[in-house]
Every structure is written in C-alpha cells, then in structure tokens.
C-alpha cells in the first residue's frame, strides 16, 4: 500500500483531541491545530504568526523563555518521567496556515 507519508502526518496532527502546535527557533507558532483552537481560544489565523506568548501567562513568561531556549540549544527538554525530543516529527508543506 503506498501511502502519502505528508497527507498522514497532516491528518494526524489536524485530526488529534489534543492541541497540536508547533513554534519555530524564535518561538513564533507556525503550526496550531482545530483541538488548539478549542483548547486556547485563539483560531489558527490569531495563532499562527503570533509569539507563544498568546498562551503562556505573563508571570510565566521569563522563566518560560529561559526553559525554551534552554531546551532549543540542547535538542530535548526535561518533563516529568518523559523525556520530549525539541525536533517535529511531521513537517507540513509551505503553506503552514492550513
């Protein structure tokens, strides 16, 4: 069976119950899903573009940045019993509002 490997990490994503985004080395979102904008109540044209700071409670944000930064020049970040790789394992094409 010959499957388009973007179409199915498109459809995972898009069609996930959990907020699915993505934010680049700068921490501008460039991925934001339909469960995101439920969860966060920004629509995916508000995220998309916008700083993580649309979501992150400005008493949180230094420290939010330390770690984010922190964790983009080690490759991974430290959560609670996992460890969470920094690297996307499904890209999208370049059209990445849809």
Do not use: K
Not at 12 to 41: K, P
């Amino acid at each position: 069976m010959d499957v388009d490997r973007q179409w199915l990490c498109r459809r995972i994503v898009e069609d996930a119950g959990e907020a699915v985004m993505f934010a680049d080395l700068e921490g501008t979102i460039r991925l934001w899903n339909d469960a995101a904008e439920r969860i966060f109540g920004f629509s995916r044209e508000e995220a998309v573009g916008s700083s993580l700071d649309i979501i992150v409670p400005e008493e949180f944000r230094d420290p939010h940045w330390d770690g984010y930064f922190d964790a983009i020049e080690a490759g991974e970040t430290r959560a609670p019993d996992d460890r969470l790789t920094t690297a996307p394992r499904c890209t999208r094409t370049a059209d990445a509002s849809r």
